[in-house]
Each structure stands twice: as structure tokens, then as C-alpha cells.
């Protein structure tokens, strides 16, 4: 397993939650990290966006003032701190890995190469 998420569960509206991602890539510090999110019969949706360095960060619209991105190279992990959380964030998070440098847009999954399995979080209103 090369990216295994954690930290999903169910919360009320407006609580708040930390997603984890633990790495076991070689070279964790080159790849850049991202976060998705899954409902049923829907595409993946591009949450999060982190450099590989972490100077850089990226949110979607929809989360951005209530989700925050941040990695600690030390640890090869990652992290989405989700607060003020709403029932529209229920889905699957999914943490991914990609090289830092690609034609790809960030917040296309093409962009990354290694995701991990996901992790359930439900808010329930």
C-alpha cells in the first residue's frame, strides 16, 4: 500500500474533521499531493491541491475558507483539516500523489499517479 487514507466518520453539521494520509513512497517530498472526493454516480471532484515542498496550496472553490491542505515530509503524510463542515461534503475522500512535474492540470486526476483507498465522511445535518 502506497497511500492509505484515514479519518473519516460521521459528523454533524458544522463540526469538523482531520483527514490523514500515511505514504509509503519512496521520494515522498518530490510528489505533489492532492484530495478528492466521491459520491455515488458521480465523478471524482477535485478538493485540495499541495506542492510538493507545501509552499504552494490550491482548494476548490467550494471548500475554500473551511478546508485546509498541509503535508509534513518528515512523516510522509498529508493532511485535509475540514471544518465548518456542511451534509453537501458527504462523500468518499480519496488522498493521491503525483510527480511535480506534469502538462496535467492539478485538479485533474490525471494529474496523479497513486491514490489511496478512501475514507467515509458523512455529515449529517
Known amino acids: 500500500v502506497q497511500l492509505q487514507a484515514s479519518g473519516g466518520g460521521l459528523v454533524e453539521a458544522g463540526g469538523s474533521l482531520r483527514l490523514s494520509c500515511a505514504a509509503s513512497?519512496?521520494?515522498?517530498?518530490?510528489?505533489?499531493m492532492g484530495w478528492f472526493r466521491q459520491t455515488p454516480g458521480k465523478e471524482r471532484e477535485f478538493v485540495a491541491h499541495?506542492?510538493?515542498?507545501?509552499?504552494?496550496?490550491y482548494l476548490a472553490d467550494s471548500v475554500k475558507g473551511r478546508f485546509t491542505i498541509s503535508r509534513d515530509n518528515r512523516r510522509n503524510a498529508g493532511y485535509l483539516q475540514m471544518n465548518s463542515l456542511k451534509p453537501e461534503d458527504t462523500a468518499v475522500y480519496y488522498c493521491?500523489?503525483?510527480?511535480?512535474?506534469?502538462?496535467?492540470?492539478?485538479?485533474?486526476?490525471?494529474?496523479?499517479?497513486?491514490w489511496g483507498q478512501g475514507t467515509q465522511v458523512t455529515v449529517s445535518s
Open positions: 493521491a500523489a503525483g510527480p511535480s512535474n506534469t502538462g496535467d492540470p492539478l485538479s485533474s486526476t490525471s494529474r496523479y499517479t497513486y
Open positions: 513512497l519512496r521520494s515522498f517530498s518530490t510528489y505533489v
Open positions: 499541495i506542492s510538493s515542498g507545501g509552499s504552494r496550496v
